[in-house]
């Protein structure tokens, strides 16, 4: 069972970078464990980090401005590469609800849906206002709405609505992942069985 996801209001953190690619997202290096705890620690290492460990302080999740925003927001064709699940681990175990994007690689978007994390695609021309207003304003904050399927520029004002498949928003809406939307179902599963023994 997850965090039941509504209504989010947050800062955003800019990544107006695109063709970020899994690996990117966490490397190799860090995919030998399976329980998805644990890897928030190495989302971006690379660009995080330098060799020695250190933060690198001009990357945009090192600046403490950012620290409390659970939205990211990402250029286009976010998530492509390898389909390893292990970058939507690390997405979600870092804290982000929401990824904004003009586009995801499709393996990486369903992975984000399967770990609580809501991709929002939005037209190109959205997303470049919303960098616009993070470098005008870093404190400036969106409202994502999943039951009206609408993201909100709070600063301009101006929203776009965004699809989601209807399985994955009843499931994000009230905390279930595939497993615990079997398990909620199970009575309806046994009572078909018996009308179609």
Known sequence: MKDKFN??????VPLP???????????????????????GEALFRDWRFDASGQPRPQFVLND?????????????????????????????????????SSFFADIHKQNELNNGVLPVVVSEAFLQELFATIAADPG????????????TN???GHSEHFAINGYKKHCLMNGLDDIDYLVAN????????????
């Open 7 to 12: 209504v989010i209001v947050s800062q955003c």
């Open 17 to 39: 970078l695109e063709n970020v690619d899994t690996d990117q997202i966490i490397p190799a290096r860090f995919l030998k464990a399976t329980d998805r705890t644990g890897f």
């Open 64 to 100: 403490p401005q950012f620290r409390d925003a659970v939205v990211l927001v990402a250029g286009k064709n976010f998530g492509c590469g390898s389909s390893r699940e292990h970058a939507a681990w690390a997405i979600a175990d870092y804290g982000f609800r929401v990824v904004v």
């Open 140 to 151: 400036m904050k969106v409202e994502v709405n999943l039951p009206e399927q609408r993201i």
């Open 154 to 156: 709070l600063k301009t």
């Open 186 to 197: 199970q009575d309806k599963t046994v009572e078909w069985e018996k009308k179609n023994e």
